[in-house]
Structure formats: structure tokens, C-alpha cells
């Protein structure tokens, strides 16, 4: 069984002790999001997980929990979002420095092939151009020589309530967003995925896509995978035997993954984010302030039956 650390929520910036908690008691709770009745349990012993997946932008908080991690035996990895954008996009974030500083420190740690460097998503605006970002993506590559081996980006996806979010975060700003993957924007669609491929090779990266329904084939660039099976086998000699996730979008790659985690519960507050919707439900749910809870903001008692790696639908 695989984890996802998660879609959510950025649990190692925020909730890296309630995620500690939850291990050390073994299991959690998966609340649908669509109908908070229906929940689910899942083991969180270390015999029933093949490896987690952590998702972050800050994982600082939880790295003073990686050698427990270690001792208790299980395998990891970080999918590492690290973007350059200001305030405008990203207003909570740790300065960048901080941030690179971060990620080469936890790639000392655990190794840069567990360290998956992700540059999501590439937005196409007023203050961050194609220019921008291929001298972005360039300079930070730098700063991480060595801390890494793969480079995963996807573009801005305009779609649901993360549209309308952005929209209201640059109402007043006079910037525009434009849709990269757009037929009128081809070139600049190609002149970023070569870009970002010549970054790749001239640091030894891996390079590919998220969630991407454009094929950057003809330049060199695959569609990629964040929970990714073969990463995992080649990680850690994990036998598994997952499908595709069919619970993600068609462009999605993912096998699948059991997310901890509650929406709506992530400070970084960025414009672009799909798993926040607005500050005020943001702020309502962290106030309810349950660290005991196997749900992370939900009550979620009763019997319930906890899935481990033998489990059968």
C-alpha cells in the first residue's frame, strides 16, 4: 500500500505532528470530501505501507521526525515544490533562499533520488513571462546541483474553483494569466518546454511532465508520474503490483495512493492552489484545532474498519 502526504494538504509544513501522532498510532481516517459520512481507514503500520509520498513546499517542520521515520522502517520520498514566484502567487511560502537551503539540506539527508524536484505549476503572466521562468528554472537548478534528479513541472490548469481563486487573488493587480497550453500560444509552449529541457540536461535532471495532457514528446520530455510505481521499485526494491489511480484526472499517471489529509487546510494560501478554496473556510477549519483526530479536521469515530496491505474491496 502506497501514501500520499498528501494531495490535500501540505502535511509536513503544517501538520507534521499530527501526521507523527497518526504513525506512531498506526492508522488514519480518509474523510470524502464529498460526503463527510463516508470514511475510510487505512494502516499506518510500517509491514502494511510500501513507501509514502510526501508532497511539500516547506517540509522543515517534519524533518526533525526523519530518523524515527528511519527506525520504525519506512520508505519515503519527497515530491518538492519549489517555485520562484513572489507574493503575488505564493503569499506564505518561505523566501526562496530558505526554501533551496531546505531542499538541499533534505537531500543531504535522505539522498537526491528521493527528492523530487517539482516546478508547479508554470504560470503564464504579466510578471513571470517565458523569459522569466527559463532564467528562473536555470538559476535554481544551480542552487541545486547535486540535491536532486528529477525535474517535474505541469502548467496552470484553468479550471474549477482554483481558477476562481486566482482570479480573485489578481482582481485589482492588472495582471493577466494566459493559458499556455492554448492553440494561440504554441510557441511559447515550445520555447518552455525547450528551455526547460536544456535546464534538464545541463544538470543531469530527468525531466518530465504532470498531469499534462500536451505530448512534449517531440522535445524530449515524457509524461511523468508523482506516485510513481517504478520510481518506487527503483527507490526501494518494493514489490508492487498498483494500477493507475482512477480516482485522478485522465491526464494523471498516478498508481494508486491512499491521501491523508482534509482540503482546505493549507496556510500557504497560494492563488493557483485547487485543494483550498477560500481563507475564511480555510481559517474555520483550522481552528477546529483536533490534533487527536485520525482525520486530521473531522470527527470521524465509530467502527471503523482499518485497510491494511492484504485488504480486499
Request: aromatic content about 10%; hydrophobic content about 35%.
Amino acid at each position: 500500500m502506497i501514501i500520499s502526504a498528501s494531495r490535500r494538504t501540505d502535511i509536513p509544513a503544517f501538520h507534521a505532528e499530527w501526521f507523527m501522532k497518526r504513525i506512531r498510532e498506526g492508522y488514519f481516517h480518509r474523510v470524502n470530501p464529498f460526503n463527510s459520512k463516508q470514511v475510510s481507514g487505512f494502516s499506518l503500520k510500517p509491514e502494511d505501507v510500501d513507501a509514502i509520498c510526501f508532497w511539500s513546499k516547506n517540509p522543515r517542520p517534519l524533518m526533525k521526525y526523519l530518523d524515527e521515520l528511519n527506525e520504525r522502517g519506512f520508505n519515503y520520498y519527497f515530491q518538492f515544490t519549489l517555485n520562484p514566484y513572489d507574493k503575488t502567487f505564493e503569499p506564505h511560502v518561505p523566501p526562496l533562499p530558505e526554501r533551496i537551503e531546505t531542499m538541499v539540506e533534505l537531500a543531504g539527508r535522505i539522498g537526491p533520488e528521493r527528492v523530487v524536484w517539482r516546478y508547479d505549476p508554470v504560470i503564464l503572466s504579466g510578471i513571470s513571462p517565458v523569459t522569466w521562468h527559463l532564467d528562473q528554472a536555470e538559476q535554481i537548478a544551480g542552487r541545486l546541483e547535486g540535491a536532486t534528479r528529477r525535474l517535474v513541472f505541469s502548467f496552470y490548469d484553468f479550471y474549477g474553483k482554483g481558477e476562481g481563486r486566482l482570479n480573485s487573488a489578481l482582481t485589482g493587480t492588472g495582471i493577466t494569466v494566459a493559458d499556455i497550453t492554448a492553440p494561440g500560444q504554441s510557441e511559447a509552449l515550445g520555447q518552455i518546454a525547450r528551455g526547460f529541457k536544456a535546464v534538464a540536461d545541463h544538470h543531469n535532471l530527468r525531466i518530465a511532465t504532470c498531469s499534462e495532457h500536451v505530448d512534449l514528446a517531440a522535445e524530449g520530455i515524457q509524461h511523468g508520474a508523482c506516485i510513481d510505481g517504478d520510481l518506487i521499485r527503483e527507490l526501494f526494491g518494493a514489490t508492487i503490483h498498483a494500477n493507475r489511480d482512477k480516482n485522478q484526472r485522465t491526464a494523471c499517471n498516478c498508481v494508486e495512493a491512499a491521501d491523508m489529509g482534509t482540503y482546505n487546510s493549507c496556510s500557504h494560501h497560494c492563488a493557483y492552489c485547487y485543494a483550498n478554496f477560500n481563507e475564511g473556510v480555510i481559517e474555520r477549519n483550522l481552528r477546529k484545532n483536533l490534533p487527536d483526530s485520525p482525520a486530521l479536521l473531522f470527527e470521524s469515530g465509530g467502527d471503523i474498519e482499518i485497510r491494511t496491505r492484504n485488504y480486499k474491496k
